[in-house]
């Protein structure tokens, strides 16, 4: 796990009964590697589809975007299609 965050630059875990849970809060760190990592190697299924649209919310930030009322509607759109939203909208 070191190793992990060594290779991410920063982050952190926590442990629940069966899974390991690693966050980076820092917005560069998450900007300039991870985000170009999992690019380069492509996340499957459904959480692909997550990642571009924080990818997307990403960009937003980086333009700051997110500081107009605007763009901080368009994060929420966007926040709105991820994980859980995702499942329960119908096709």
């Known amino acids: 796990m070191k190793t992990f965050k060594i290779f991410f630059n920063g982050g952190t875990f926590s442990y629940d ?7 980076v809060h820092r917005f560069d760190t998450n900007y300039n590697t991870i985000i ?3 690019t380069k190697y492509k996340i499957r299924g459904i959480k692909n589809l997550n990642f571009k649209n924080g990818v997307e919310i990403a960009e937003l930030i980086k333009d700051k975007k997110h500081l107009t009322l605007e763009g901080y509607n368009k994060i929420i759109n966007v926040r709105n299609k991820m994980n859980s939203f995702r ?3 119908k096709v």
Do not use: A
Request: aromatic share 24%; proline share 8%.
């Open 17 to 23: 009964r069966s899974t390991v849970t690693f966050r």
């Open 36 to 38: 170009p990592f999992f």
């Open 87 to 89: 499942l329960t909208k």
